[in-house]
Structures are given as C-alpha cells and as structure tokens.
C-alpha cells in the first residue's frame, strides 16, 4: 500500500512537471510574439477567422482583427494572464485528482467491505465537509502524521491547499474575484494558523489585490508551482514514513 501511494504521487509530480513545462514554451511564444511585433515597421491587420476552412466556419462568423500595437499588448499582458489562470486551473485540478486517488486506494485498504460504487461516490463527495482531509488525518483511518523536518502540522498543511482550492474555485465560477464566503473562509484559515506561521496564508496575501481580484502573473505561478512540490512531498514524506 506504501508503494503504490507514492507512486500515485510520484506519477502526479510528473503531470504537474509537465504542465508548467507546457505554459512556460506559451509564455516563451508570447514573448517571442511581442517582440516580433513591436519591431514590425508595416502596418498589419491579423485576423482571427481568416485561415479558418470555409467548412468548418460557423453560419454567423465573428471576425476579431488586431493591429501590430494591439497585438503587443494581448501578448504582454491578456494572453499572459490567460495562460497563468489556466496554469492555476489545470495544477490544482492534477492536485485534486492526485489526492483523490489516494484517497481511493486507503479507501479500500482500510474498508474492504466497501464496494465500488460506496467508493466512487464517497470519492465524488472527497472535499464535502472535509471528507478526505479527515479520513487522511484521523487516528482511526489513514493517521497521516506531520513528517519529520517540518514544522508545518498535516492539517495545517490543508488549509494551505484548501487556500488555493478557493483561488481555483474563484478562476472558474467568479471571474477571479473571491466572494466574500470565500473571503471569511480564508480568515478562518489564518485564525486557525499558529502566529509563527500566519505569513504563510494567503489571506490578505500578494495573490489578490485590495478588490479581492485575483493577480494574474509569471511570479505568482512559480509561487504556486513550488508550493503543491512542496505539499506533495510533504504528503510522500508522511506516507513513507508511517507503518501499514
């Protein structure tokens, strides 16, 4: 059971590899893009549609055209925020499904009465009133304990990634904004965070501005990028080192 949860995180350390590998050739191509044309002395119109197949052209085309000028500020700023909201979006989507596929396999190992159907939908329901978490952490399940070298506790661990969860959550439902439930669960969060630690909350943090937008950047990726290593190793850490 030890090996094959290291290796579901193992093998999810790589998709999370690759992925950032993906968005940093779109970042490089954005700025190859942007100098491209900002040394361009022609005029141009680049048009959205006008490669676009004559059969596989929509009954009411919509045809977006730039100017060079246009096009240096898309690919300097909007397309490097899209591609940093998708960057937030997919990693955190590998993360979920890394831990619900531990949570799959100790699902089983320690239930085996339980059958498929029990856990697929206790999977589905994994992040419901904190299912997973507590089944992970919990003396009598999985007992998951903080490994050594840190100082970060386990739970204390998942308020950090739960943190990020909202960011996800706010990318996809409110357009980057965090509602204010969303607000009040991040303070939680905090409050429930030792003083020596609290910096290490995203509440109030360099993530979203005073409007509670999230801030889209290069540098805020790669803090989130070494943040879930960081988490993921922490978690393979704490199941090396516990006995089955």
């Given amino acids: 059971i030890k090996e ?15 992925n950032y590998t993906e968005i940093a050739l ?10 491209r044309y900002k ?30 000028e246009e096009l ?4 300097e700023n909007k397309l490097i925020e899209n591609i940093c ?9 590998i993360t979920d499904a890394i831990l619900e596929d531990l949570y799959n396999l100790f699902l089983k190992y320690y239930d085996n009465s339980l059958s498929d159907t029990n856990i697929e939908n206790k999977v589905r329901s994994a992040w419901a009133n904190e299912n997973m978490i507590n089944f992970l952490t919990n003396e009598d399940k999985v007992n998951l304990k903080t490994p050594s070298g840190y100082e970060t506790g386990i739970i204390e661990s998942f308020y950090r990634y739960s943190e990020l969860r909202i960011m996800r959550h706010s990318l996809v439902h409110t357009s980057g ?3 204010d439930r969303n607000i009040n669960k991040l303070k939680s969060y905090y409050e429930q965070t030792p003083d020596e630690r609290k910096s290490s909350s995203l509440y109030n943090s360099f993530l979203y501005d005073a409007d509670n937008e999230i801030i889209l950047n ?3 990726i790669l803090l989130i990028r070494k943040y879930l290593d960081n988490f993921l190793m922490y978690i393979y850490k704490g199941i090396d080192e516990k006995t089955f």
């Fill in 218 to 220: 290069i540098n805020n």
């Fill in 39 to 68: 040394k361009m002395e022609q005029e141009i119109a680049l048009s959205t549609t006008q490669n676009i197949p004559s059969e596989l052209r929509l009954d009411l085309e919509f045809d977006v055209q730039f100017s060079k």
């Fill in 85 to 93: 909201e998708n960057y937030i979006i997919s990693s955190i989507s």
């Fill in 26 to 35: 779109l970042i490089n191509a954005c700025d190859i893009s942007k100098n």
């Fill in 4 to 18: 094959s949860a290291k290796q579901i995180i193992s093998d999810g350390l790589l998709k999370i590899i690759k």
């Fill in 72 to 75: 240096v500020r898309e690919y």
């Fill in 177 to 179: 904004k965090i509602s």
